[in-house]
DNA sequence: CTGAAAGCGCTTACAG
DNA sequence: CTGAAAGCGCTTACAG
């Protein structure tokens, strides 16, 4: 196995001392007077010998690490998976890298991992933050660490956020349905205090209220698929009248799905269907689900941008940024009207 | 902002060495013979303080980091995702973590992600090859690094791996189709040298030949999935005799579906579906898609058992070992004979 | 223009 | 039983 080099094996090679060569390769020689022909020596010789510093050690003297913590509910649902790979995508750019993290609905284990980033000493975190998490977050924002949220916010808690306009996009949404002929529209939604799920949920009931309908609402727990399936079958069983149901997010949808498969109910034929959230499986259905889709790379986008910002401290006293985007409704056949 | 605490801290405020405490929080207290009561000063103190011992400077110090490097095609492929999810839950048991890294096929950004493995100083490397990646790899093996493969091996390289049977679950699948009737079955791969996409064509292969039948074979060029859908639909309408069709893979089988679509081509009324690697979307289409399923649970469970051994040196001189796992034939509607 | 040296926060061989 | 000290590989204030 080959001698990892090491600065001191580069000084030593051209009889110079090891802050040149550090100066040098960290680009600051010219703030520092170095000679052009030092220079050239140096970046010779890293080049010849593929010098890599020891990012280790660089941190531990620099306190900075060039790792950002990503922190999510699930990884594997695709519109986290989406954000993360466009932020992954734009943070290599700037040679920072993403640790990826799912909290799998444990608030436990959602504090450990945080307790990991922190361990890691990442630079920044960027976060759909956890339920349960609101204290831990707070502690963090406080001691200046660049946090970035997205999908949901804190109500009392000055951060800075990227999230998408729930509560328009989910009115729209159902007006789309009213003005299509259907009368009883269910909302499936999960018994959950965070708030971007609260806004859906207001902006269903705005609708409705202001159509003069009835609401007709259902909260599941989050957690459990099985269980799940199985509340939205009695619910469906009970409320015969329902003709339209709109789930609240991608994995409510897919046990909704499923729980339209195991009551053998066609969908549009006996009930509409739009989910929040768009994903691929939805133009498989048939007919194809109408959906509201959130626009993962303008997300991405202004996630990075307020987060890139925050590391560089060009903006250690601006005040803390919200940035709420508007969301498209893709029209499909599942709620063409009556 | 509360100042981290640290070692000294710990030993300052006890009137002890940092060595002894350094010892006791290292599990290291008995083999240097501290005394129980230390040992409860420390323990008691480093609780009340909640001291965290600085991971960089552990690391740097070691040389270990608790860090696996994780490489594969694409992360957010269900395959490598359920994968990942999977090792992420086993290492945390561990106390590792896993630093998970898409190459979306470029072999560039393959080896640049292997360097930021070594650059971060990851002890282990868990990877499904990326194409191009044969050399690197070798040269990594070579430094004695610890190194799992799966999903893919490489002939002429003496490494630890984790695959499937690939040529007889595929042989088993093609067999199936004949037994249900079908005479003219196409295989849909990609034109590449990975091993596991040779192993499962020549699987087909077997079953074609043993049976007399001739073969229909379409390579498309892995990447673009808007030329794989134009590339199958061209295949399609060429090959009017073709009444069955397996797809060497999950995102093979998403181009062929989506060609599907385009076409207007019925799922089992017109021809006979088999998808290589099993999927949620598989079993909404209408009908349900036979699907050949990899047992995750048990390719994961292999690679951290041999990981772990590595990383624990527990068998630094047994010889590698190559594990094949067998794959389930799932059996549905798409492929039930005419 | 360049260098000697301190220090980031640990671990551990060595000495007593 | 415990402690002083070297060292992991860098960065950077300070001195000349």
Known sequence: MKKKVLLKDIANQLNMSITTVSFVINGKAKENNISDASIKRV?????????????????????????????????????????????????????????????????????????????????????????????EIKKLVQTDAPVVLFDRYVPDLKTDYVIIDNQGSTEKATQHLIDNGYKNIAFVTIDTEQQQMIDRLSGYELAIKNNKLNPLILKIPYQNSLDSIKKVSEFLSTEKECDAVIFAANYICMDGLRAFRQMGINIFDDLAVVSFDDFELLEFCNPPVTAIAQPLEAIAENIMKIMLSKLNGTNKNTSSRQIVLPAILNIRGSSRGK
């Open 43 to 135: 970046l010779d010789l890293v080049a010849e010998l593929d010098y890599q510093p020891n990012s280790l050690a660089q941190s531990l003297r620099t306190g900075k690490t060039k790792i950002i913590g990503f922190l999510v509910d699930d990884i594997s649902e695709p519109f986290f998976s989406g954000i993360a790979r466009l932020i992954d995508e734009k943070a290599s750019e700037k040679g920072y890298k993403i640790l990826f993290s799912s909290s799998r609905n444990s608030t436990q284990k959602a504090i450990e991992l945080l307790q990991i980033f922190r361990d890691r000493h990442v630079d920044g975190y960027i976060m759909a933050l956890p339920e349960g998490l609101e204290e």
